[in-house]
């Protein structure tokens, strides 16, 4: 059965955005150097392995917020796979490309494993991450750790219930050190343990 | 030279102790579960690590191979002081801008008000060894002051959802960090960082 994963890209302080982000402002103030590890994607090592990864998951769950602030991804995240939304409201204009609404968590992620087929599912978002885990259906975390204090911003979980989470760490790709600094980051897999 | 680090046990998810941090509770709710990794039980003679094996003792050797301690009050407090002993006896600099509660008076313990005199002030005590600094609020001073060198930072695999962060409230200039290593022991993954930038 198709695996549930989370890809996100967080810095070593917990933060997946700068502060005050917006839709005008999507990753916040000083954001952006998040993502520095991307312009290695294309490239042979570490990153180039996971982004291949990527784009090889079948199905997108992505939460309301990160949809609307990457501009709904124009309804093709990446070969126009199935995008599945999980949203409290559903708009009512009627959804681009390969988007669809979903309201329910438990019927979202048996949607999405159904149409990656063989493949994985990819999701986006602190939000639809932190519903999956609620309902115990995200099977792992990938997390690219970035080498960088942003020392506020929006955090990657702070809203979970009390009960810790228990992971088991599966791999860990760490970028070369031959590779332009400002590009290190370390790719952190797990799984979540079910109780 | 001497160099300051940092060492912290942290969640996955950025949390380094749970919510509700008090005397009596000073990991916080379920904190206790970032340190099993060199404290199984918590009744165990814990800051040797004497039961540990591997890349675990090696990391733990080397904190406890530091000639030096710069705490924060707050959490020099919460572990009353280590009876005036982290390890070994050397020697402990407590930031704090009051005055020293006589209970937590030792030899070794010196009052520090200014967050740079602390750490110049334990090199010179550390010599050639190396200052571990202990608590998020003394590391967020010493790193905006430009005195931290290293972080240490044992991530364990476990999503606390709340707790305290390492930091927040941080200027909005980040920091930049550069990976020195990274190795894995049974349940903790330990990455170290140097400090390219700070302030």
Known sequence: ?195 | MSKTVLYMSMSVDGFIAGPNVAPGNGLGDNGQRLHEWFLPDADAEHRTGSHLAGVNREVMDEAMATGAVVVGRRTFELADGWGGDHHDGVPIFVLSRRQPDPRLQWPGVTYVSDVTAAVNMAKDAAGDKDVLVHGARTARLALAAGVLDELQIHLIPVLLGQGEPLFEDMPPDHIELELLRAVDGPGVAHLRYHVRTAG
Not at chain 1, 27 to 37: A, E, K, S, V, Y
Not at chain 1, 40 to 47: A, F, K, Q, V
Request: aromatic fraction near 6%; charged fraction near 25%.
């Open chain 1, 1 to 195: 059965m198709a695996l549930i994963r989370l890809y996100m890209t967080i810095s070593l302080d917990g933060y997946i955005t700068g502060p005050r982000d917006s839709l005008d402002t999507p990753m916040g103030i000083g954001g952006f150097r998040l993502f520095n590890w991307l312009d290695r994607r294309n490239d042979p090592g570490p990153s180039g392995q996971v982004y291949t990864e990527v784009l090889a998951t079948r199905a997108v769950i992505s939460g309301r917020r990160t949809y609307e602030h990457a501009d709904r991804w124009q309804g093709d995240h990446h070969d126009g796979v199935p995008i599945f939304v999980l949203t409290h409201n559903v708009p009512d204009d009627p959804p681009p490309g390969g988007v669809r609404y979903v309201t329910d968590v438990h019927k979202c992620a048996a949607q999405a494993r159904a149409a990656a087929g063989d493949g994985d599912v990819m999701v986006h978002g602190a939000g639809a991450a932190q519903a999956l885990l609620r309902a115990g259906q995200l099977d792992e975390l990938e997390l690219h750790v970035v080498p960088v204090l942003l020392g506020q911003g929006r955090r990657l979980f702070d809203n979970l219930p009390a009960e810790h989470i228990e992971l088991d760490a599966v791999r860990r790709l760490t970028t070369p050190q031959v590779e332009d600094v400002a590009q290190h980051v370390t790719h952190m897999r797990y799984r979540v343990r079910r109780p």
